[in-house]
């Protein structure tokens, strides 16, 4: 006697021409599905050219006479622009940071004058003050002193109060990085410059489709839609091939 289990369904051993016509549509969807998420991932890994932000070249060029106490105004200044663009970035490293406002609030004393120092020494005392001693963001005295603080610091390296980096440089001030950037933070900076300005970039990044860079497009709309495509394709053809072999309802 056979005892062979003929109702047995395998998708990957199939027995009939429909299953396997089936196992085939599958394999083949996934292939497409698979290439079209790996391989543009791999092609844009493979084009990425590691890119500066302005603020990283800018930082460069001046760099070299600021660690040397050799730099201008005006090298001094744009050294503190690019140091509080990385200082007010989201995610950054709490030594990163430390180094960043010891620079930022160096080069803000140097750019001051006389009247402007005393005033600003005052004012980043009375805002450290007001922080330590504040149970919210709320609290009064913490947003007169920042505002003041704010106001003062914003003239000196010549920001317009509607900037962003004009609304967190108050934030960056340190009473204790007022007189030298330490050796310690020199290298510091060095390093973590180009950690936080330096971006893979490529044309699949820098193109712009319907308004978003192509890769957010291609990842978050156009993978979509492809999908969706892919199941109404598998479910088209299957019906198409019921049809042929005379089991279509």
Known sequence: MNNENNYHISFFKPTTDRAKYNRNMVIWLIGIWTVAIFGFHILLRVIEKPTP????????????????????NDEIKTFANSA???????????EHRAALDNGISWATMQ???????????SAIANFETATENAQAITDANYIQAKKELGAL???????????????????????????????????IIE????????????????????GF??????????LLILFIGLCWLYCYRVDKYNEKIGIAD
């Open 191 to 210: 390093t973590c410059m180009p950690h936080y300005t330096i971006h893979n970039r490529s044309v699949l990044t820098d193109t712009k489709f319907l």
């Open 53 to 72: 932000e302005p603020q990283l070249i800018a930082f460069n060029e001046v760099w070299e006479n600021v660690k040397s106490n050799n730099a201008s």
């Open 111 to 121: 750019l001051a004058d006389s009247s402007q120092k005393v005033a600003l020494t």
């Open 213 to 222: 860079p192509f890769h957010y497009f291609y990842s978050a709309v156009f």
């Open 153 to 187: 610091s914003i003239a000196v390296l010549g920001l317009n109060p509607d900037e962003v980096l004009a609304k967190i440089l108050s934030l960056e001030l340190r009473s204790s990085g007022i007189e030298k950037i330490t050796d310690e933070n020199i290298s």
């Open 84 to 94: 509080l663009h990385v200082a007010g970035k989201v995610f950054i490293n709490t």
